[in-house]
């Protein structure tokens, strides 16, 4: 079994990474080989019992998915992405990567498929986004909602879901796409994203350090843990295609959590002290962006596919103090 | 006003540049010039008060998007598409085309809005299609209803639609995308597109001559005239941007009405003679392909923002009778 990893650098890929190395297998087979792409360097997971290359590339380059491709891989997850910010900021390079980066990974697939005499016809995991929706939404967003997303970003990400679709449908792989929800606790220092105060109330008070809160209390949103957004990469590289049907993308579970509900589990877990490191300094800007993003969907099909995220916002915090904190003291 | 049509020389560009002829205007505005650009060269209508020029170009062509829109034109129609069962048979065809071609003009027309200084900004009027919906269905198809097409061509044309909703967002254009119903009566000879047979036992036995009907009577399906296409082309490039809102793309209004019916309709308007002529044929392939098709929409959004369409069958069979048939012999 061989494994490629695009966006091998971020966040959810090294997670992916480290747990690939941890299991050895994946879908039940030993894993001989996984490449590790990204635009930099990637770190190898520590003790992986396969063989692991990392290659720094850019994938709006048309020639670099036959150089990631060669070894015929199994199973491709494909994360890498200019993030929303940054896509919005910058048109050109969001569609260079987002749209025309799948585009040719997609499109040499079907080659190599082809040239293979239909031989090889990889799973390709695709991580698309919730940012696909666009408001105003239902007060729960149901499968069968529309993407009309109001970001580049998200236009890029349902572009993507279309194409796999149209590529699943004519048989020249087999691709499962999966929206994240935020992946709340985010590790790592604060950042500018308009969504990192989901992280940060959390993150920084958890180590004694004061973290700004720019929105109301009452702010839902659809958070799932790190570890989670890596379980759902997993079952998607696993599960039974046939199952799934042509509808290819899917909404992954999470759940819906306001900030005062986040708080409070805060509270449950750490205490009155790491809550008061909590510093309330209203935003207008960022109360405006969050007050477009979807709050809560009913993944009834990923639930019935067996994704699985967590059911309360303690659970969450716990999966970050375990994966981030102690894990990180032993 | 300066017009652009693309897609001119196919059967409601043609009808469209000949209504233009017609009007001498568009918007309240007069006509000084239309551009009829299609990969064959298009027949300028007859009588035009406006300076026409037939272009013959490929759209999928990077260069030739400049060339269409080197004089800057107000109002762009861009209804050139590889058609649904070519896309099917031709992947690569279908995506130069419906993808490639439109993401050329629409890139163009972001680089020309550019260099203007924000100064041009045209209206673009993209024709889309019912077949960026894939079954199963709800019993009426809904405005908020996700688009998961079962077929390469709705494919593109979703993704046309999602470009053309970013484009217009980010500002370089104002567009405005039209899902067409299926064209009936469809003027001309009976073709092999598997629709075909929905105008054929119209069109053949109001002249005299028997045609197949190869699915059953209670085969429902979502119609309107060519002159109502005309009209939707119209009010698409007249109305207020600002009333459509970010989701730029809307299904047009049409008629939901059962083979039955039709045949009902034609006994109405042209005897028990014209009826006789339809020869029940059954074809399994035609069968299972329209199953796959949708029936019936609730187009609110499209209606509440004036758009038209036929309220019977027998006013579809008038309007075809009229302009094919009694203007023909005038």
Known sequence: MRVLIIGAAGMVGRKLAERLAKDGALNGKTISHVTLADVVASQA??????????????????????R???????????????????????????YAINL???????ETI?????????????????TSSIAVFGAPFHETIEDEFFSTPLTSYGTQKAIGELLLNDYTRKGFFDGVGIRLPTICVRPGKPNAAAS?????????????????LPVSDDVM?????????????????????????????????GLACTVGEQIEALRRVAGEKAVSLIRRVPDENIVRIVAGWPRKFNPKRA????????????????????????QNRA
């Open 45 to 66: 997971p520590a003790n992986a019992p396969f063989k692991t290359t990392s290659v720094a590339v850019d994938i709006a380059d048309p020639s670099v998915a036959a």
């Open 68 to 94: 990631l491709l060669a070894d015929r891989p199994d199973v491709v997850f494909h994360l890498a992405a200019i993030v929303s910010g940054e896509a919005e900021q910058n048109f050109d390079k969001g």
């Open 100 to 106: 025309d980066g799948t585009r040719y990974l997609f």
């Open 110 to 126: 079907r080659q190599g498929h082809m040239a293979s005499g239909g031989a090889w016809r990889p799973r390709v995991v695709f």
């Open 196 to 212: 990192g105060f989901f992280s940060n109330i959390i993150r920084e008070p958890l180590v004694g350090i004061e973290a700004v």
């Open 221 to 253: 949103h659809w958070h799932a843990s790190p570890r989670s957004a890596v379980g759902f990469l997993l079952h998607a590289a696993a599960i039974d295609g046939a199952s799934i049907g042509p509808r290819r993308c899917l909404t992954m579970p």
């Open 303 to 326: 639930l019935s596919l067996g994704f699985k995220a967590e059911n309360s916002f303690d659970e969450i915090i716990r999966v970050h103090i375990f994966e981030e904190i102690e």
